[in-house]
């Protein structure tokens, strides 16, 4: 019932860069492991919330919500400056100050690009058809989704043990030009938009 083009291009999707990505490689990197089951859920619910409440929205409005697409590019894009700013700013240490919380990966996947191409590109035409098929591909998201933030996260950690304590503070400077490209990205799309 669900498409292999959409597992698969969800799989890609996930392995890919972003910003979400990013914050959960900074958490592996400067947090213990026990805060990763709460990020995790933190993006597995954004990601299903966002992809559902945009695949109700494309319903409602249609072709419009093309006009929308500009203006929440650039949304995304200062949030993803804010956020590097905060990044490029953290000094992690382990008693937890300045790790990535719960609600930075929660708002930061809010804002991420690749809710839109999951809603309105991998989603089923099933948003105004079959609610199984758009079920099963839910729960699908809702498998894949976990098991690459987990991979990110261990990628952080395994960085982490490679880079030692002394460039522990290059990491989050690293992950703050990471997405400091993907604002000037989402920017220059936005711009292109309007």
């Keep these: 019932m669900v498409s292999s083009g959409f597992i698969?291009?969800?799989a890609l999707l996930l392995a890919t860069p972003g910003p979400t990505n990013t914050l959960l490689a900074l958490a592996g990197a400067t947090s213990r492991p026990r805060a990763a089951p709460m990020l995790l859920?933190?993006?597995?619910?954004?990601?299903?919330?966002?992809?559902?409440a945009l695949g109700a929205l494309a319903t409602l409005i249609?072709?419009?919500?093309?006009?929308?697409?500009?203006?929440?590019?650039?949304?995304?894009?200062?949030?993803?400056?804010?956020?590097?700013?905060?990044?490029?700013r953290w000094r992690p240490d382990l008693s937890g100050a300045g790790q990535v919380r719960p609600y930075h990966v929660a708002t930061t996947t809010l804002l991420n690009p690749k809710t839109l191409i999951i809603?309105?590109?991998l989603m089923p035409q099933g948003w105004s058809g079959d609610a199984a098929i758009a079920a099963a591909h839910l729960l699908a998201m809702s498998v894949?989704?976990?098991?690459?933030?987990?991979?990110?996260?261990?990628?952080?950690?395994?960085?982490?043990?490679?880079?030692?304590?002394?460039?522990?503070?290059?990491?989050?400077?690293?992950s703050a030009l990471l997405l400091g490209l993907f604002a000037m990205l989402l920017a220059g799309r936005a711009l292109a938009g309007w």
């Design 8 to 10: 698969l291009g969800l």
């Design 41 to 52: 859920l933190a993006e597995l619910t954004t990601y299903l919330g966002t992809v559902v």
């Design 119 to 121: 809603a309105f590109v």
């Design 144 to 174: 894949l989704i976990p098991v690459a933030g987990t991979a990110w996260f261990g990628g952080g950690r395994a960085l982490a043990v490679v880079a030692g304590t002394g460039r522990r503070l290059l990491l989050p400077r690293v």
């Design 62 to 88: 249609g072709a419009r919500i093309e006009g929308l697409r500009p203006w929440l590019q650039a949304a995304a894009a200062l949030y993803l400056l804010w956020v590097a700013g905060k990044m490029w």
